[in-house]
């Protein structure tokens, strides 16, 4: 069940309700951000925004996660943290 959560964690989508454009700054601040490289663009894909519910709500039933090399490291080591717990059960029989 943990494997579950830890994944599940991964896959996270942020959605922020722009109302008013409320949230602009923090979007411009995250977008300079990634011009920089201080975040990576697949980083930046987990936040949707929209200025009304009905469209967010509809872009999170859409969100398709952008994997990277860092996304697939750590689902890596959350198999790895899994299977050495099995294994471990296993020894201690």
């Known amino acids: 069940m943990k494997k579950h959560k830890e994944t599940r964690a991964l896959l996270a989508v942020v959605g922020l309700l722009n109302v008013d454009g409320y949230y602009n700054y923090l979007l411009t601040f995250i977008d300079k951000a990634v011009d920089d490289g201080f975040i990576m663009p697949s980083q930046r894909s987990i936040i949707v925004s929209a200025p009304d519910a009905k469209e967010l709500v509809q872009k999170l039933e859409e969100y398709v996660p952008v994997h990277d090399g860092v ?12 299977f050495n717990a099995s294994l471990q059960t296993e020894i201690g029989r």
């Open 71 to 82: 996304v697939a490291q750590a689902k890596w080591e959350a198999e790895q943290m899994e």
